[in-house]
């Protein structure tokens, strides 16, 4: 949601600095995630005087401005103005939207500064053409005396706490914080003699579904234009100006959090307002000129004929303000949250008032809302203001929960007597008597002492709270992680490669790999055809990763997690060896056999011939395929507690970009001394260049014929650039670059 | 003679150990948890109830049989709670999942690690302790570390925890005190024991750790990637 510090400014006394705000909100539980800045410096009012076409551009234009004291020429793109228009001219030195305008040549005409749209002044989304000002406005005027300089912070506001989703509530939140008070607005209306209920009725049929309901009516107002500070209020919201009715029912949304709506009195049969389900075989055109058909779900406010609109969601388009409208109703209410949000559900909608009834309002601010609404609707749109207002509303009542200072005390581990706690409740909108204190009609999140103590702890601070040991204890068991962890780390120093692949199988999937899909676990919402059913296997994974792998030769690849069945879910270990693959499906058996003590039977084994690899596009001459449960092959085994302990691996490894262009391939091979580790010598080679993106251990080979104590060792290279094919030349001359790097850090003689 | 240089643990094992280490040095149990799980378990039980919006903060896979892919890790937080008996210290690691489209920074499957302890008068403190001696055995003795309340509907109060990381703050978990309603559906008095639990998301602290770029990277089964570790 969006908050503008202005119009904070408000509701209450702000003396805190940009960082500072957020300080506050992030302290206090509402994440700030952006703050931008709206400043209109070195941005002035400028006249077009005179509009040329751009000789060597056909779509651009020469425009001439004044401020009154100097003129300037300006290219531009746009063409929506014309001679006498008053535009804002951004001048050379000034930013737009984090650009900075110089003096430059335009296809050779100079260009002294920019015309800004709607857009580029972050005054709305409008960017088609320039923003054009008022006639009044005087030439040279800065635009920072026309709109606010303002900040405008992006807050995320968590599903518990509707009733931070307007400028009041967050104001609320600054105010128990600050100290300061909150500015009290009470609206006086002048008197009507006519009243609402004489022109409107109001029936709610279930107060289940609709505990609040209230309208209120303005008679002869005259549809138009916003003034320029309510346009420019809605557009640092991100919303467009409708209408000067429209536009105050969504001002006091994102000023009050109140959801109101307006009707145009005339469009409704008979004057009759009622709020009811939907009959089944009901539809209605909403305002997004959508037409939605609505089940019984759906709670609707119709007239004696037809839905008006989808109650807390959206109107309806047979009743909406037009132009022509003169008299219009407006409704606030309190809808039931349950039905709302099981309608945002049916029909896929989801807007800024069905947000906030989904979230919970204040239950005891919607006529004040109202009122606040109809009185700016006069000052906006003339008309005249029917007295009182028509409808119900249910009594609810307090809720009461006791203080439990000490329970506060105790969860939060410091000291905060009696009257700082309740001091600080207070400043929160909670009523409070005799150690018992009740939540403001605003929060629906307030439920047990628990939840006081949050209250108590994020308004005061948690950075009072010393951290405090927990208990140690010398719990040594042992899971089944640490079997599995053991189990990897023998593979890895056979050579091998832990592969993580999806959970999921496509329908292609079990084609491909011959499984009925009948008997996988079917994943009712995909939103991808991949993730359709969940694997019974991690055989064809691993196949798909050796398909995805046909530059590597052997692959030697395993991975060990969950596969499921209708009824199960299992731990499995599948290992895949290409058939030039030091190790052998065999030589793993044994080992199995020999370290954990499985039996051969509880492996299943697949030999893949060539032929038999090509439906999976691998192009080896053979593929050993073993898979065990290995839940089931641990079954009633006691391990020595050597098997059931993991490596740490803390060595710093230097991740290095896979790049998307093809890559040159080389192999080197030297001589170089015996006790130098082959870790040692792929570490200088890549830190030659970050181009070298492989260098893998192919052959190390002691020979006296090499000299004494010498031996031969030979690498696979891979060089790659992370942006563009990379040339053989460049290739020679990393190769050449690792050929002395190794000769100087370990006087190695490049093999002939 | 052909010679092999040893191979590679996957990162996310690498970082998945390191941290678990820590966990069991203080005396908290490995606890594995199902991926598949009940609706009751991945959400009710840890008070998303089924008619409040905080259930569409996670998107979740349901499956023919009305059973969920767990969302989180925090289904393990009840199986555990109900399975043992007071004082109870797990850590779950485990692969979650989420029903979303996918691109550099979103992932369909993704690693989580929770905790869970649950003591008689474990308080805020406590659970401030834990958080700092981990992270601070992680990333250094000298790392900032900023608390910030959030609301997960799990925990009461709950806390989103920062860390200065390259020059601005970095979301690393999401914590807080067990909420009573999930003490209560673990079978555990909540008048005699309080707890805290947290979770890490572990695939962005390996993409951080190597700079990673893209997460799907770890989920490719390219050889280019995987060897590098």
Redesign the interface.
């Given at each position: 949601m969006l908050i503008s510090k202005n119009w904070l400014k408000k509701h209450t006394k702000i003396n805190y600095s940009d960082s500072e705000l957020a300080d506050i909100l992030?302290?206090?539980?509402t994440?700030v995630e952006e703050i931008s800045k709206v400043s209109f410096d070195g941005i002035v009012v400028a006249t077009v005087i005179k509009i040329k076409k751009h000789n060597n551009a056909n779509k651009l234009l020469i425009v001439e401005v004044s401020t009154g004291k100097l003129s300037y020429n300006v290219v531009c793109g746009a063409n929506n103005f014309k001679v006498g228009d008053k535009v804002p001219l951004a001048v050379v030195g000034s930013s737009i939207s984090g650009y900075k305008i110089r003096k430059s040549k335009i296809r050779g005409i100079n260009s002294e500064g920019m015309l800004c749209s709607e857009k580029e002044l972050g005054l709305g989304d409008d960017h088609t053409g320039i923003f054009i000002l008022s006639e009044n406005e005087t030439e040279g005027k800065s635009l920072n005396d026309i709109f606010d300089n303002d900040t405008i912070f992006k807050l995320d506001v968590?599903?518990?706490?509707g009733d931070c989703l307007s400028h009041l509530g967050i104001a609320r939140e600054i105010v128990a914080v600050s100290g300061e008070k909150l500015m009290k607005d009470p609206v006086s209306l002048t008197k009507s003699s006519k009243k609402s209920s004489d022109v409107i009725t109001v029936k709610v049929k279930s107060s289940d579904d609709c505990p609040r309901y209230f309208a209120r009516v303005v008679e002869g107002v005259t549809i138009g234009h916003s003034p320029a500070w309510l346009v420019n209020a809605l557009s640092k919201m991100g919303l467009k100006s409708i209408n000067n009715v429209v536009d105050i029912t969504n001002y006091i949304l994102y000023d009050l959090g109140q959801p109101l709506h307006a009707f145009d009195m005339d469009k409704i049969n008979k004057s009759e307002i009622i709020v009811r389900r939907a009959t089944g075989n009901e539809s209605i055109v909403c305002l997004d000129g959508e037409k939605r058909d609505l089940t019984r779900d759906e709670l609707v406010i119709a007239d004696n004929k037809k839905p008006i609109a989808i109650a807390g969601i959206m109107g309806g388009e047979n009743s909406q303000v037009s132009n022509e409208t003169t008299n219009v109703v407006i409704e606030g209410a309190e809808f039931n949250?349950?039905i709302i949000?099981?309608s945002i559900k049916n029909l896929n909608i989801n807007t800024e008032a069905s947000y906030r009834f989904?979230?919970g309002i204040d239950s005891k601010g919607i006529e004040h809302a109202i009122n606040r609404a109809v009185k700016m609707i006069r000052q906006t749109a003339g008309g005249v203001i029917l007295s009182g207002v028509v409808g119900l509303s249910i009594e609810q009542e307090n809720k009461w929960l006791d203080i439990a200072a000490d329970k506060i005390r105790?969860?939060?581990?410091?000291d905060i007597n009696d009257e700082q706690i309740k001091s600080i409740l207070s400043r929160l909108g909670f009523n409070i008597t005799e150690g018992k204190c009740s939540p403001p009609s605003f929060r629906h999140d307030i439920e047990?002492w628990?939840?006081l103590?949050?209250e108590i702890?994020?308004i005061n601070g948690?950075?009072n709270?010393?951290?405090?040991?927990?208990?140690?204890?010398?719990?040594?068991?042992r899971?089944?992680?640490?079997l599995f962890?053991n189990i990897?780390?023998r593979?890895?120093?056979?050579?091998?490669?832990?592969?993580?692949?999806?959970?999921?199988l496509s329908k292609e999937d079990t084609k491909i790999f011959n499984i009925k899909s009948s008997s996988l676990?079917?994943?009712?919402?995909?939103?991808?055809p991949e993730?359709k059913y969940?694997r019974n296997t991690l055989t064809s994974?691993l196949l798909?990763?050796i398909s995805?792998?046909a530059s590597?030769d052997p692959?030697?690849?395993f991975e060990i997690?969950?596969v499921?069945t209708?009824k199960s879910?299992k731990t499995y270990l599948a290992i895949a060896l290409t058939n030039k693959s030091?190790n052998s499906g065999e030589s793993i058996i044994n080992l199995f056999e020999d370290v954990y003590g499985f039996k051969r039977g509880d492996f299943k084994i697949s030999e893949l011939s060539g032929e038999e690899l090509k439906p999976y596009k691998i192009k080896k001459s053979s593929v050993a395929v073993l898979e065990i449960d290995l839940e089931k092959a641990l079954k009633n085994r006691r391990f020595d507690k050597n098997l059931l302990s993991?490596?740490?691996?803390?060595s710093h490894?230097?991740?290095?970009?896979?790049s998307k262009y093809p890559s040159i391939s080389r192999d080197i091979a030297v001589i170089i001394k015996k006790e130098t580790k082959?870790e040692e010598v792929?570490k200088s080679i890549y830190s030659v260049s970050e181009q070298i993106?492989?260098a893998?251990?192919?052959?190390?080979?002691t020979s006296d014929k090499f000299g004494n104590g010498m031996k031969n060792i030979a690498f696979h290279l891979s060089f790659q650039a992370d942006d563009r094919t990379m040339s053989d030349k460049e290739g020679d001359k990393i190769f050449k670059s690792i050929v002395t790097k190794l000769e100087n850090e370990h006087e190695a003689k490049l093999r002939a | 003679?052909?010679?092999?240089?040893?191979?590679?643990?996957?990162p996310?094992?690498?970082y998945f150990?390191?941290v678990?280490?820590i966990f069991?040095d203080?005396?908290?149990?490995?606890?594995?948890s199902?991926?598949?799980d009940t609706e009751w378990n991945n959400f009710d039980a840890v008070n998303v109830p089924s008619?409040?919006?905080?259930r569409?903060?996670q998107d979740?896979?349901?499956?023919?049989?009305g059973r969920v892919?767990r969302t989180h890790t925090s289904n393990g937080q009840v199986r555990a709670g109900k399975e043992k008996t007071p004082?109870i210290?797990v850590v779950i690691?485990g692969?979650c999942?989420r029903?979303?489209?996918?691109d550099t920074r979103h992932e369909?499957?993704f690693y989580q690690l929770e905790c869970l302890?649950i003591?008689k008068?474990?308080?805020?403190?406590?659970l401030?302790?834990?958080l700092?001696y981990f992270i601070k055995k992680m990333y250094g003795d000298d790392i900032k570390i900023r608390?910030?309340?959030?609301?997960y509907?799990f925990v009461?109060?709950?806390?989103?925890i920062d860390i200065w990381f390259r020059g601005k703050w970095l979301e690393v978990l999401g914590s807080g005190?067990v909420?009573?309603k999930v003490l209560k559906n673990m079978g555990i008095d909540s008048k005699k024991y309080?707890g805290f639990a947290f979770g890490v998301g572990i695939d962005r602290m390996v993409m951080l750790k190597?700079?990673?770029?893209d997460i799907r990277?770890?989920?490719?089964?390219?050889?280019?990637?995987?060897?590098?570790?």
């Open positions: 992030n302290y206090t539980g994440e968590t599903p518990n706490r949250r349950k949000r099981k989904e979230r105790g969860y939060l581990d410091y047990t628990q939840d103590s949050e702890g994020r948690y950075d709270i010393t951290p405090q040991t927990i208990k140690n204890s010398s719990n040594h068991k899971s089944n992680y640490h962890e990897k780390d593979l890895v120093e056979l050579g091998m490669t832990e592969v993580l692949n999806y959970s999921f676990l079917e994943v009712q919402n995909p939103l991808q993730n969940l994974g798909k990763t995805k792998n590597f692959i030697e690849i997690g969950q499921f209708k879910e030091p993991y490596k740490i691996d803390k490894k230097i991740y290095r970009k896979i082959p792929k993106v492989r893998d251990l192919f052959d190390e080979f | 003679m052909i010679m092999k240089d040893i191979g590679n643990l996957h996310i094992t690498i150990r390191e678990l280490k069991e203080l005396g908290f149990e490995i606890y594995l199902p991926e598949v008619d409040h919006p905080s569409d903060v979740t896979f349901w499956l023919t049989d892919l004082p210290r690691p692969r999942f029903n979303e489209s996918t369909t499957t302890y003591d008068a474990v308080n805020i403190s406590n401030f302790w834990t700092d608390r910030r309340p959030h609301h509907s009461e109060p709950g806390f989103d005190m909420h009573p309080s190597y700079g990673i770029e990277q770890f989920y490719s089964g390219d050889l280019r990637f995987l060897k590098q570790f």
